[in-house]
């Protein structure tokens, strides 16, 4: 029997969003009962998102759509940047360069809540916090730091720099300060996790049973939601600075198989944009590997 894959309710809604920005209602209801969600669970959480000005709401019941706000559609987007390096990453296509990036800020108490912010956004975004107000990390993030810190009003208290030379304590070897600064072994366990899930999934997809697109659509929302609980905690270190191998290459290889197979079953219809982005993504890394 496949393992179940828990997923928020609000993920599922993202996951489905269609490339011209819609969610239809039916579709909606019906992959997620297929979870084992209830309609009022839907029902409230989209009127949670339509409440924060994530998507707008068109219509009632089954026949109603959803649509995505720019803001929305654009939060998409540095997601994809990270997923397309980590696949650049695996495929020897960016290597490190032995520069660490730090961002240094000073936030007053009176803007804690700005200050909070920002140290999660750093998180986020690969960082790991080497004393207080001070982070460091393996690659180029200043557009996104400064991006954020803009956003919050934290810009005039932030402070940039790279250096090759990092010490904490009597550490200095890049990939033994790596294993001191991120918790790699809970990163690799999330991996080992994708990768059984990916499997029997993907036997599923390359098998000669037909699917529905309803099967379909939960195997690709499923697997969405697996990936993101993977790389939201991983700093995308380079190769050099993990163990190897390394799990998170693994289970990405086998991601990509599976968004090819999905992308193969797919017939045409309107789909989430996931399927092209994530389906793209691996493809585009493929074909500069090749050359």
Request: net charge neutral.
């Amino acid at each position: 029997m496949t393992e179940h894959i828990e997923i928020p309710t609000r993920m599922l809604v993202h996951a489905l969003i269609r490339e011209d920005g819609t969610v239809g209602a039916d579709e909606l209801y019906t992959v997620a009962n297929t979870l084992g969600m209830s309609d009022q669970q839907v029902r409230l959480c989209v009127k949670r998102l339509v409440a924060e000005g994530r998507f707008t709401h068109e219509g009632r019941g089954r026949k109603a759509e959803l649509h995505a706000t720019a803001d929305t559609m654009r939060a998409l987007a540095p997601n994809a940047d990270f997923l397309r390096h980590a696949f650049q990453q695996d495929a020897g296509l960016a290597p490190w360069d032995g520069v660490w990036h730090l961002a240094a800020f000073a936030v007053p108490e009176s803007a804690r809540t700005a200050r909070d912010s920002l140290r999660e956004t750093l998180v986020h975004l690969g960082g790991a916090p080497l004393q207080g107000g001070l982070y460091v990390c393996a690659n180029t993030w200043e557009p996104y730091v400064e991006e954020a810190a803009r956003r919050l009003g934290a810009h005039g208290a932030l402070t940039l720099l790279t250096t090759t030379d990092l010490r904490r304590g009597a550490t200095q070897e890049p990939a033994e300060l790596a294993r001191h600064l991120w918790p790699l072994r809970e990163i690799a366990d999330r991996y080992q996790r994708l990768s059984r899930l990916a499997q029997p999934r993907l036997a599923r997809l390359t098998g000669p049973d037909s699917l529905s697109p309803t099967a379909l659509l939960t195997i690709a929302v499923e697997l969405a939601a697996e990936l993101t609980r993977a790389m939201e905690p991983d700093p995308l270190l380079p190769p050099q600075l993990l163990p190897q191998p390394w799990p998170g290459t693994q289970a990405r290889e086998l991601i990509a198989r599976c968004w090819a197979a999905l992308r193969h079953r797919d017939h045409g219809e309107a789909r989430p944009a996931l399927f092209r982005l994530y389906a793209d993504i691996t493809r585009e890394v493929a074909d500069r590997a090749a050359h």
